[in-house]
């Protein structure tokens, strides 16, 4: 992908945003029930970044998108 720097900054921002906010929810999810279960949420989650990832080469709309799944899942 060829992005500017601004497009880059975004993207950054957004994952390290959700990021956070990840840690907060999986950390909660992981004290209320049961941990085999919350990492294989976390690991479809990145899967499906995977997948969004991979649309994203034909059109970086997706970008945003893709920062809040592989953010909040890599958290």
Do not use: C, H, W
């Not at 975004?10 to 919350?38: N, P, T, W, Y």
């Not at 690991?43 to 990832?53: A, E």
């Amino acid at each position: 992908l060829n992005l500017d720097s601004q497009a880059r900054g975004q993207f950054g921002l957004i994952f390290f945003v959700s990021g956070i906010a990840g840690k907060l929810v999986f950390g909660f999810l992981s004290d209320e029930f049961d941990k085999r279960q919350v990492m294989l949420i976390s690991i479809l989650n990145l899967l499906i970044g995977s997948f969004l990832l991979k649309l994203s080469l034909q059109n970086t709309s997706f970008l945003p998108i893709i920062a809040i799944v592989f953010g909040i899942g890599y958290s």
